[in-house]
């Protein structure tokens, strides 16, 4: 059964049809969100809250776009909406994971080297300007093809080059040790 079908369903009051929709889209919509967020406990509530806004919504929907690409748009709007709402000090939260979790197979100097790049790397993803970021991780996360990157952003295929180029350019700056100073 495709999204038309169960959309269609669901707007009748089908419940199982609702729980088909999330079980093939929940996947994805995390990974767009952790990708915006970098919080697993933060990117699961935002999947449930993005899928009872897509049952509300669902009888609003017009299908003038493919399910996936009004459900991306949704995912980041809200993602983005969240980090807006949500500014955590992430340092505090990132070290006490570090020294909440140790893995035995890294040393613990290992695991805090480790932790210390990914938060870098979050912390510079987290510095790109909205477009940029969304363009970034709807690349590098869901490895979508540029042409569905300007379909979920409304904008032309040529506008998302140049985001995701001025994006990478950005975190090359930022991640990249001043040698000299």
């Known amino acids: 059964m495709n999204d038309k079908e169960l959309i269609q369903k669901v707007v009748s009051g089908d419940m ?7 079980e093939r889209h ?8 952790i990708g915006f967020v ?8 935002l999947t449930q809250d993005i899928f009872i806004k ?14 996936s690409t009004w459900l991306y748009r949704i995912t980041v709007n809200y993602s983005i909406n969240h980090i807006r709402k949500n500014k955590k000090n992430s340092l505090l939260d990132s070290l006490e994971t570090i020294f909440n979790k140790v893995s035995p197979d890294k040393t613990p ?30 690349s590098n996360y869901e490895e979508l093809s540029q042409k569905e990157i ?17 994006a990478k350019a950005k ?9 000299g100073k």
Do not use: C, W
């Open 16 to 22: 199982q049809a609702f729980k088909l929709l999330v």
């Open 26 to 33: 929940q996947e994805m919509v995390f990974r767009v969100a």
């Open 38 to 45: 970098h919080s697993k406990e933060d990117a699961e509530d």
């Open 54 to 67: 897509v049952y509300d919504s669902l009888k609003t929907f017009r299908q003038d776009s493919e399910f």
């Open 109 to 138: 100097i290992e695991e805090v080297e480790e932790k210390e790049r990914d938060l870098r790397i979050k912390n510079a993803i987290d510095k790109l300007n909205p477009r940029q970021r969304t363009a970034f991780v709807l």
């Open 150 to 166: 300007a379909t979920i952003m409304k904008t032309s295929e040529g506008a998302v080059e140049q985001l995701l180029q001025r």
């Open 171 to 179: 975190l090359r700056e930022i991640l990249t040790p001043n040698v």
